[in-house]
């Protein structure tokens, strides 16, 4: 085999490429540039437009490319080759990803692109690819690059510079509110929501009229948003006027729902419209997995029967519940009501990253408009002043007419000729001279001379226009108006989709109801990994563990049941059993159902019943009396009941039934005294029940004086302490050495 050549080393660098600079300094000016680049010309839209650079350029390309919407579509991955070759060079990936968000009515609240073909759809299913796609341009999206011929905006060069694109547009409508935006940048995000058009519109002209209008005023004509998936937004009045105030906060939306009869006292609930970017496969797998783990009791069912419309099935579980209170709960734990969050951080005028309150966004878009009237106005008025010169020119010509023709018939040089016998600009020159001999008519000439009038009146006013500031704000109010009625609130494309509306107050149901009764075991091993076993579970030794684990605690429960779990950090945590992993398998660790601390553990397991009163102490000695229901817990977070001391924890948690307490140390000294000695709180530290010289408190007691004091020895026989009136000392004393036959492990036994 003939021997392959080796490249030839890289050229030695020369020394003008070397550039020596500290590396935390070179680091910042590169992330610097890169993070500059990412706000202003990808993730933050403009306020003027309400576009980031990729959409402009998709829309000013379908433009250029005739794709109106009265003509004919072309294929996406035509639309995309000319975005990439001439405006975008980002990929066709991700130019085709924002041209197909422009086409879902589902996405974007008014829709910029025509699409043809499969753009996705609400449940997540991705776009066909770009060749078998075909798009135009909408009516709104004309209205965006309405009058972009006529000077209105400024062009820069494209990235290859051998083109020219807009920097904006220039925007009939106040987009950036009326579709919304995303986006992260770098150290900045930007999340806005859509709403009304109509409504948008409205709050301009008034605050056209009154420049100082508060943000409650616009309020009354913003209502708030306006989702294309429709919905019921539930936020409050005040908050909502404080996020639109200072362009941050958030919106609460639920899905629409009613209530289908069945009759014979049952129903079912029907959800017509979801939140507004959750996707509907998503949100009834999840559904479907919460009924499934009995982690939402008051659904029986879900099925999906949409075709065209969203029209999802809710079956309860009882004909008896409340529908609302039932939605309730389902609003709690699904992704039928999401929250919606509101960053209105945007690009200014200057290109400089800021975040605009819903005043300060709208005045910016009319500061907007009003430099496209005056540009455009400028623009005609240089169309007209060039017309002019040129009627000018061949009125000259009308009233000279034998002349004109005989210099241009007899003399060599007819143009210099003209100008000098009648003193004639360059421009009537040469336009005489183009003039086609049809036009010598007489009707011509009266033509010429109505035109002349006319612009001349045009120009008149349109210079007055210039003049005033009243005059164009009234012409930017006339604007807004016939733009209006392309948004018409009785139309379909106008009419609010999202209802604004208070959350209902509405009492939880009773969720112990709705679940099924069923005999369960909950296992909860040493290193904290818990499980429920179908049934009572009579052998515990049976049940098996991980390597390295093995039984911790084990309660025969009901499904109905509430597990309780006292930590050595002595905090209290309330499970619903029927919320517990099944049994398959090992379980799932107890710290990813509740908020407990690294070093803490399980130093308790029982069931709730409400009505007792429970024993806690801590491994200090200190400890008191609760009631049961001063230590249920309604969140992961848990509950804080005991205070325990630095280097200590919490060992005891006993019903405390009767008159007595016994308390045994590390030391393995034996105190008892009376119950009314503790006193009850809520929460605290306690008193303290035994004093130690070495080690602390093991364990503790309360038993009745009439029943004895007995404990539990390694075999499950109770024992049963004959002279236990001999430890009976005051509380905080030391106390004697413990009974013979006590327990190595200085435990009475499980507590419960």
Known sequence: ?????????????????????????????????????????????????????????????????????????????KVVGEVMGNFHPHG??????????????????????????????????????????????????????????EDTVDFRETYDGEGKEPAVLPAAFPNLLANGASGIAVGMATSIPPHNVAELIDASLHLIKSPNARTETLLKYVK???FPT???????????????????????????????????????????????????????????????????????DIRDESAEDIRLILEPRSGNVDPAAMM???????????????????????????????????????????????????HRLEKIARRLEILDGFLIAYLNLDEVIRIIRYEDEPKAELMKAFG????????????????????????????????????????????????????????????????????????RRTDIADAPEIEDIDLEVLVEKEPVTVVLSEKGWIRTMKGHVEDVKSVKYKDGDGQGFVVHAQTNDKLMLFATSGKFYALDVSALPGGRGHGEPIKLLVDMGNDDAVATAFLYQGGRKLLLASTSGHGFIVREEDCL????????????????????????EGDMVAAVGDNKRFLVFPAAELPEMTRGKGVVLQKFQKGGLSDAKVFARKDGLTWIDRSGRVQTVDDWKSFIGKRAQAGRVAPKGFPSSRKFGPAF
């Open 328 to 378: 309730e709960t389902v609003f709690k734990l699904t992704d039928l009501e999401a929250r919606f969050p509101l960053n209105l951080n945007v690009l200014d005028a200057g290109g400089s990253p800021r975040v605009m309150g819903l005043r300060d966004a709208l005045q910016s878009y009319l500061d907007h408009r009003k430099e496209v009237l005056v540009r455009r106005t400028k």
């Open 230 to 300: 429709g919905g019921v937004c539930i936020e409050g009045a005040a908050s909502m006027e404080e996020a639109y105030a200072t362009g941050r906060g958030g919106f609460r939306l639920r899905a629409r729902w009613e209530t289908e009869d069945l009759g014979r006292g049952r129903y079912q609930i029907v959800v017509t419209e979801i939140p507004y970017q959750v996707q509907k496969s998503r949100l009834i797998e999840k559904i479907a997995e919460l009924i499934q783990t009995k982690k939402l009791p008051a659904v029986s």
């Open 92 to 149: 066709d990936q991700a130019i085709y990803d924002a041209m197909v968000r422009l086409v879902q009515d589902f996405s974007v609240r008014v829709p910029l692109v025509d699409g043809q073909g499969n753009f996705g759809n609400i449940d997540g299913d991705n776009a066909a690819a770009m060749r078998y796609t075909e798009s135009r341009l909408t009516e709104a999206a004309q209205l965006l690059l309405d009058g972009i011929d």
């Open 224 to 226: 708030g948003p306006d």
């Open 633 to 656: 817990s309604n969140t992961r977070k848990g509950k804080q009941v005991l205070n325990v001391a630095a280097g200590a924890e919490a060992a005891v948690c006993r019903p405390a």
């Open 424 to 495: 004639l600009t360059d421009v009537q020159a040469e336009a005489i001279l183009n003039m086609r001999l049809r036009s010598l008519r007489k009707l011509e000439e009266m033509e010429i001379k109505a035109e002349h009038k006319a612009l001349k009146a045009e120009q008149k006013s349109l210079r007055a226009l210039l003049k005033s500031d009243e005059a164009q704000w009234k012409k930017i109010s006339d604007e807004l108006r016939e733009v209006r009625k392309a948004f018409d609130p009785k139309s379909d494309l106008g009419r």
């Open 1 to 77: 085999m003939a021997r392959t050549k080796k490249p030839a080393p890289p050229p030695p660098s020369k020394p003008e490429d070397i550039f020596l600079e500290p590396f935390d300094e070179a680091l910042s000016q590169r992330y610097l540039a890169y993070a500059l680049s990412t706000i202003t010309s990808r993730a933050l839209p403009d306020v003027r437009d309400g576009l980031k650079p990729v959409h402009r350029r998709i829309l000013y390309a379908m433009r250029q490319m005739k794709l109106t919407p009265g003509g004919g579509y072309k294929k996406s991955a």
